[in-house]
């Protein structure tokens, strides 16, 4: 083999030309690679980009080009370090023939016959060396080029095929066209015979077509019956038998004969021509030989074949189209052709059937005639499952055709070609061509773009109704089909002169035809267009059929973007689909049904009713109240007195709810996450949220739909019906069907209309009048089912007086009547009615006699158990009461204060504390003014009767009478209770929360001690949602708002006693009328606004008292002498001192910690305690550790303790904290420290002070000198602190936090200078440096063989697969110098190690002597800096590889001698592979991500026993190939694993 032979493997894989190296005279055709690693020669690249991009020719994968073009892309140095070694070769060889030619022509007289013979046997030795060096340099070129031979054997393998076919069709064109028109036939007749040529590989397309057709049939039944499995409900739209059929089949291998392959069909055309005179004889012919099997050596020569011309057994061909024909004797023989054309395959048309598969059908396989019709192309091997589509063009939502993303490559290349068959000659039609109908042909679009379309219907000159053929000059217009995207297009056939030519001219620029040939190859395309109809849609009008309002949606709705296809059946020649469009929103993943959305925008409707799998979501109906019990509603809608709803006024879970859905709803719309909860298609009786008119969400459930994109619905907690949009529709969250629907259906008992059938409108609007929005007392007189009203009476709520039956209203206005067997009672004797508990103290009797007005609030003797309504709350220390006993006071002083709006209005001057009359809301009340802004025309009015202050104008107030000045509303605060955590006043949370559950509110209140002091100190009872009465004060305990006052047990027990003895609202009151007791609470909720915690009523109360204990301080901690010590600041204290520990004490703190943990297994029982009388303690921290603490201060719930072995003081909970001491015979670990002879700015410690402290001391050890110990062994040591030499009071003096105290003298042989200006530069440096280090020099290299040459190798540190650290055996194990080897040598200055020098220099690269694991120092080069506190220097071990972070305590001064010994580790790349581009391994190199543990572990395994080492390359950095014993490359295992890929 020469050299030109081992240079085929490094040609480029597009051209098949060997790449070249520059030279003095020429460029060079250098090797670049691309971003899928493919490489390519310069020249094609040149030629193949555009627009700086290229597409790969194999991949197909997109690179851009940099800035520098085709020539910035990366040459690939693999291939140049084999050219270049070839050619460096290649020299050696000539010069070694030109000396040896020297040789033999030069005389040898001197030297005798005898000695010649002697010497030619040492010569033919020294010649055989060198041919077998040479030999086994272009064994291992050979070597290296076999892996670019054996990728491209498997491409052309691949094309060989489509080469072959494409070879055969272009030389049958070229020699029909070389013939011009006149074998026009005879081109067609044998273009249509090229069948033949497919029956003679009958046998491998048979084949073929059984494997694919099998997996296929596997794959789709495999998809199936996974979708089967996971979803059960889609058995019924397969056929499950036939699945199990197709997956139980077996596979006989034994049936498919793989070795039978032809690659040759021996089909060739001849084309001939004579001239004589002026006449041209032509001669065509087709040959055929008998085919023949290839040989596993033909098929590898005619695959690795650079050009196709050479696998032609012809001698000639024409260059091209244009070209002239050759010419022949007339003694040629006929048989002998001057072109012979290889035969053109075309697959599809089989002679033997298939073997028979097992069935699929068409729920398995909807593409199945796509793929038959696409023979062996496999990306089409599309599963039964949601596919992406394109509508390229719509008729109706019935008929529409779809396109598949997929297939846009294919496209294109249709198109291409398409567009290249438009170009012939051929292709154009001619006065004698005629147009038939069904018949393929080429039609112009509206876009300019050339399709095949399908002739529908062909209308002659002359002639109305459509004929099967026609002439070209004859043709009057045509009806196309566009296969490619399902348009029906027709086109007019009229020249612009009116002439034949002008009509043949005008027919070519819109139609072309398609000849058998052009046919065939287009046969491989199946129609891009698929027919599909939206399953189980008809037209809403089926009398009408689809409107075109109906395409007009289908087209919005789908537009021109990618949607999602997923097939539900076939019909006939139709594809029963379902389209989804991808939401809007990118965030939200819930695509939007096409047929669904006609259906509810009312252009479409399903065939058959959607049955829906499960019933929808319904909310809790409502509690209906029980029978003869009052309670207080409000009437939330009315239709009439039979039909209208209520809301009992029953707890705030409600308004709660309410607030919850307007913040969710309206967030959502705020976010855009508003999308995800639409409702598209609503059901009736479907859950949901709509918008009502005052722009608010509200629960509803759908209950109608009226038409035109709207539906009607009930909100389910008013009861009132409504017709709204779809887009104010939401989908309700499964939270908000926690609590039932508010609504109640009633209707009033006992009466009936006056006609006895129809309620009057007259009648509706009085009872409107009457009940809707107000409070009303409710009492159920029957029990019904839930679907009907619940019957109930209906009483106006009044301040005073008896209630009022509503019904008994509507009767005595003539609007309604009593049902038959009720009367009205009479006259003269009025209906009796319990007084209400409200009214009880001022009725007294039935006479309703008049009680006298008193403008002023007096209290009765009476102070316990008032029942009174909550009207103003600032804190529980400051609210305002009515009392319910003077509601008809108050009802008579608005009455009175009303008429001072006759007054005129008087420009006054008001001033503070003086009373007057306020319109506030429109109504006058009494008020009292507490500013006046003269300015702007307003005052600060408090409402003396409600305790609140309102802003209002001065137009606003009237002077008040100094009759009516007083007020009814009591100013109260609670007692028995104070702020939570130590707070002196109440928290805003505590005011808030009181203000919401008590405005408003009905309450039961006992007066501790009337006094003429405001506010006068009470309790207060307010009923909870189960009618139990809760106190105020526990509820504010409870909540962790408040703490109960301590008072002395036996004051405690004793007014406890007193209390429950006279108290009413522990009391019940028995009712036994039917001889049964029954509890009724003696204070009924009139208006329950608040939601406490039941709290019954508990027996005498028993007050445990504090347990007294004590505890002492823990031992004092062990102070240091005067004097140096390192100590380590644990703490820093917000007065500045420091808290300090020494390194005895930490290691000391380990085994406390230990000892406390097992000594503290459980918790104590947790009691109440006199905190006053305990100094150490035991606590819980923060990581749920036991630690020793010192108690300093009790705060509330809280207290402030320090631990006393860090000295870090916290704020933590009573209940983390115990009053016993832990390890008492240990003494306190850290102590504290004051700075010395310096003062803080301001008498102490500020906080940026502080804060500087704690960033420079914290966690960090420092040089400390103690300077006095204190008298009191807990007191702080007095100290000077040193940081890295720097004193602390000079930082702190330089950031102005302090100043030296100059009377303070400084210790003794410690005495400082004071600090220099820093604008005197008179620094004397004479003396300060040191004898300077010797710079030693760099590192030597061992001497490596030429490139090319192997050489023995032994692997020392792998880093990575393809960087490593190795060391060559031969030439530098044995150096020696000053007669010792590098071992000895080390071996010497190890055994002398305390001699050796620190090191102070820590440049980067440079040597020293590093310390190993093993205790030993080994030669090491400094590589950076890995850690500051402690510095830690990585250094690098120079004969190992090996790298280690160490500190500057273990490296050494390297002696200068040791730099004479050359490296015994040689950092290199290993040539040929490299990392994954994409890698699936989970377990991947943290310091390099590129390379998975797996591949890491597995080269190591390869590189044991003899390896064998070439260099490749030195710059820029040493490159090598890596062979093991069989002399194969070591990473070929791992590129087969796939654990690596070739360069």
């Known amino acids: 083999m020469d050299s030109g032979d081992s240079l085929r493997g490094v040609a480029c894989q597009l051209c098949w030309e060997a790449f070249s190296l520059p030279e003095d005279d020429l460029d060079g055709n250098l090797p670049r690679m691309l971003l899928c690693a493919h490489v390519y020669c310069t020249t094609c690249l040149l030629s193949i980009h555009c627009a700086g991009v290229i597409r790969c020719p194999q991949c197909e994968v997109v690179s851009t080009l940099p800035e520098g073009g085709v020539f910035g892309l990366q040459e690939d140095s693999r291939i140049i370090g084999l050219i270049y070694t070839s050619k460096m070769n290649k020299m050696k060889r000539c010069d070694r023939a030109r000396t040896a030619n020297k040789h033999q022509l030069s005389p040898s007289t001197d030297i005798n016959d005898n000695t010649e013979d002697v010497e030619q046997p040492a010569d033919m030795n020294q010649d055989k060396k060198k041919k077998l060096a040479e030999a086994l340099t272009r064994a291992a070129e050979n070597l290296a080029a076999l892996p670019n031979i054996h990728e491209a054997l498997t491409v052309r393998r691949a094309e060989q095929l489509k080469r072959e076919r494409a070879r055969l069709e272009l030389e049958i064109t070229q020699a029909a066209d070389e013939a011009l028109h006149a074998v026009q036939k005879w081109k067609d007749v044998q273009l249509s015979q090229l069948t033949a040529a497919e029956a003679r590989f009958s046998s491998s397309l048979a084949q073929w077509s059984r494997v694919q057709k099998r997996r296929k049939a596997l794959e789709i039944a495999m998809q199936m019956a996974r979708e089967v499995q996971r979803v059960p409900s889609l058995e019924q739209y397969c056929s499950l038998d036939k699945v199990l059929e197709t997956l139980q089949a077996p596979v006989d291998k034994q ?24 006449s ?50 007339a003694t040629s023989e006929p048989e002998s052709p001057d072109v012979i054309v290889e035969e053109l395959l075309i697959e599809g048309q089989e002679k033997d059937p298939p073997a028979a598969v097992p069935p699929t059908g068409p729920e398995l396989a909807n593409d199945n005639g796509r793929i038959h019709s696409r023979r062996n192309q496999s990306f089409v091997n599309k599963k039964n499952v949601t596919q992406w589509v394109v509508v390229s063009h719509v008729v109706n939502p019935s008929n529409f055709y779809v396109r598949y993303v997929a297939e846009k490559r294919e496209s294109e290349i249709l198109s291409k070609k398409i567009k290249h068959f438009c170009y012939r000659d051929s292709c154009c039609f001619t006065s004698r061509d005629t147009v038939e109908t069904g018949s393929l042909i080429f039609v112009k679009s509206e876009e300019g773009v050339w399709c095949r379309a399908n002739l529908v219907e062909v209308f002659q000159i002359g002639c109305v109704e459509a004929v099967k053929t026609c002439q070209v000059s004859q043709l009057a217009r045509v009806l196309v089909f566009l296969l490619d995207s399902g348009l029906g297009q027709s086109l007019v056939i009229q020249g612009e002169e009116g002439t034949p030519e002008s ?84 965030a939200s993943d819930v695509p939007v049904s096409v047929r669904e959305y006609l259906v509810f925008i009312e252009v479409a409707r399903f065939y058959s009713p959607v049955k829906l799998g499960r019933r929808p979501l319904l909310y809790y109906s409502a509690q209906y109240p029980k029978i003869s019990m009052e309670l207080n509603a409000v009437v939330s809608h009315i239709h009439s007195p039979a039909d209208f709803y209520i809301q009992l006024v029953d707890n705030m879970e409600f308004v709660l709810l309410s607030a919850k859905i307007q913040d969710c709803y309206n967030a959502t719309r705020m976010t855009g996450e508003d999308d995800d909860l639409r409702i598209y298609c609503p059901v009736i009786e479907q859950a949901c949220v709509a918008l009502y008119e005052d722009k608010l969400w509200y629960r509803a459930q759908v209950i109608g739909h009226p038409g035109g994109r709207k539906v009607e619905v009930q909100y389910v907690d008013f009861g009132n019906k409504t017709i709204v949009s779809v887009s104010d529709l939401r989908k309700i969250k499964d939270e908000f069907f926690a609590i039932p629907s508010r609504a109640i259906h009633c209707c009033l008992s006992d009466v009936v209309p006056l006609d006895g059938d129809t309620w009057s409108d007259a009648c509706s609007n009085r009872f409107i009048s009457l009940a809707h929005q107000k409070l009303v007392t409710i009492m159920a007189t029957e029990k019904v089912p839930k679907t009907e009203p619940l019957p109930i009476k209906l009483f106006e709520s009044g301040l005073n007086g008896p209630l009022d039956n509503i019904a008994e209203l509507l009767v005595n206005e003539q609007l309604a009547s009593f049902k038959q067997g009720l009367e009205s009672p009479a006259a003269g004797e009025p209906a009796v009615w319990d007084a209400p508990l409200e009214l009880a103290v001022t009725t007294e009797g039935v006479a309703g006699e008049p009680v006298d007005f008193l403008p002023q609030l007096k209290l009765l003797d009476e102070l316990k158990d008032l029942k009174v309504r909550v009207s103003h709350v600032n804190s529980p220390s400051s609210f305002y009461v009515q009392f319910v006993q003077f509601n008809a006071q108050l009802k008579r002083m608005c009455e009175l204060v009303k008429e001072c709006e006759l007054l005129e209005h008087q420009d006054l001057v008001w001033k503070a504390d003086q009373y007057c009359a306020a ?22 009015v408090m409402r003396c009767d409600h305790g609140n202050e309102v802003k209002l104008h001065v137009s606003d107030l009237r002077p008040l009478l100094s009759s009516l000045t007083g007020s009814l509303a009591l100013e109260c605060t609670l007692t028995d209770i104070r702020p939570a955590g130590g707070r002196p006043t109440w928290s805003a949370t505590a005011c808030d929360l009181i203000s919401f559950y008590l405005t408003g509110a009905s309450a039961v209140l006992t007066i501790k001690e009337l006094t ?52 009413p609202v522990s009391e019940t009151q028995t009712d036994c009328s039917d001889g049964d007791k029954r509890q009724v609470p003696t204070v009924p909720c009139v208006l329950p606004r608040i939601s406490l915690v039941s709290c019954p009523k508990p027996a005498p109360r028993t ?51 230990e000892r406390i943990q097992q000594s503290m297994k459980t918790l104590p029982r947790q009691k109440p305690y006199t905190w006053k009388t305990v100094q150490g303690c035991a606590v819980i921290g923060p990581d749920m550790l036991w630690y020793r603490g010192q108690l300093l201060e009790v705060l509330g719930g809280h207290v402030k303790v320090q631990y006393v072995d860090s000295g870090l003081v916290e704020n933590i909970p009573v209940v983390h904290v115990y009053p016993v001491l832990l390890c008492d015979d240990i003494p306190q670990l850290c102590m504290s420290c004051q700075l010395h002879s310096i003062n803080p700015v301001g008498g102490q410690w500020q906080r940026d002070a502080v804060a500087l402290m704690r960033k420079l001391l ?61 604008n005197k530069w008179d620094i004397d440096i004479q003396g300060l440096r040191g004898p300077e280090e010797p710079m030693l020099g760099p590192f030597i290299y061992p001497n490596l063989p030429q490139e090319g040459e192997p050489f023995q190798v032994k692997v020392k540190h792998l880093r990575t697969p393809n960087e490593l650290f190795l060391w060559p055996l031969e030439g530098a194990a044995d150096v020696e110098v000053d007669g010792e080897t590098l071992d000895e040598a080390l071996t010497r200055i190890n055994a002398d190690i305390g001699a050796a020098e620190h090191l102070a220099d820590f440049h980067l690269g440079g040597p020293c002597l590093a310390e190993y694991s093993d205790g030993k120092f080994y030669r090491a080069q400094i590589n950076k800096f890995s850690g500051v506190e402690p510095v830690r220097v990585l250094v690098q071990h120079v004969d190992f590889g090996s790298e ?100």
């Not at 319109?919 to 600060?940: I, L, T, Y």
């Open 1444 to 1543: 280690d972070p160490l500190p500057t305590s273990r490296l050494r001064r390297m002696p200068a001698e040791l730099l004479r010994f050359p490296l015994q580790a040689l950092k290199v790349r290993v040539a040929g592979f490299k990392a994954p581009s994409g890698s699936g391994q989970e377990d991947m190199l943290s310091y390099s991500p590129a390379w998975s543990l797996k591949a890491t572990m597995d080269m190591l395994d390869m590189l044991h026993g003899d390896i064998t080492a070439s260099i490749v390359a030195r710059e820029p950095e040493l490159t090598v190939l890596l062979y093991n014993e069989a002399g194969e490359l070591v990473h070929l295992p791992l590129v087969s694993s796939g654990l690596a890929e070739l360069e």
């Open 280 to 329: 041209l004889a032509l001669s065509l012919k087709m040959e055929v030989g008998v085919p023949k099997q290839q040989s596993a050596k033909e098929r590898i020569r005619n695959s690795f074949s650079p050009k196709p011309e050479q696998q032609s057994p012809a001698a000639s061909r024409p260059s091209s189209r244009g070209s002239s024909p050759r010419h022949r004797s």
């Open 919 to 940: 319109k506030v809301n429109g109504v006058w009340e009494r008020g009292r003014v507490v500013s006046h802004d003269s300015s702007r025309d307003f005052a600060q």
């Open 503 to 586: 009509a043949l001219k005008a027919m070519n620029g819109q139609l072309r035809k398609v000849g058998k040939g052009v046919k065939v190859e287009l046969d491989y395309f199946a129609p891009q267009a698929i027919r599909c109809s939206l399953k189980d849609l008809v037209p809403y009008d089926l009398t009408k059929g689809w409107s075109k309002e109906a395409q007009l949606e289908f087209v919005g709705v789908v537009g021109s973007a990618a949607v999602e296809m997923r097939p539900l059946g076939r019909d006939r020649d139709s594809l029963l689909v379902d389209l989804r469009k991808a939401p809007m929103d990118q």
């Open 1258 to 1318: 914290l966690n960090r050890r420092v040089d400390m000198n103690v300077t006095e110990l204190p008298a009191d062994p807990r007191g702080p040591l007095t100290v000077e602190l040193f940081l890295d030499g720097l004193s602390l009071n000079r930082i702190l003096t330089h950031h102005e936090h302090a100043s030296m105290d100059r009377t303070v003298s400084p210790p003794k042989g410690h005495s400082e200078s004071p600090p220099a200006l820093l």
């Open 255 to 278: 049936s498919y004969n793989i070795e039978g392959i032809t690659m040759d069909s021996e089909m060739s055309c001849v084309f001939q021509s004579e001239c004589l005179n002026q």
């Open 1012 to 1063: 003429d002091e405001r506010p006068v100190p009470v309790t207060l009872f307010c009923s909870n949602q189960m009618g139990k009465f809760v106190s105020i004060a526990d509820f504010l305990a409870s909540e962790g708002l408040g703490l109960r006052e301590r008072k002395p047990r036996d004051a405690d027990v004793n007014k406890s006693k007193e209390t429950d003895a006279q108290s």
């Open 1103 to 1153: 007050i445990t008292s504090a347990e007294k204990v004590k505890t002492g301080l823990y031992r004092p901690p062990e102070l240091p002498g005067l004097g140096p010590v390192e100590m380590r600041v644990s703490a820093i204290g917000e007065d500045g001192v420091i808290y300090t520990t020494t390194q005895n004490a930490e290691c000391q703190l380990e085994r406390l910690r």
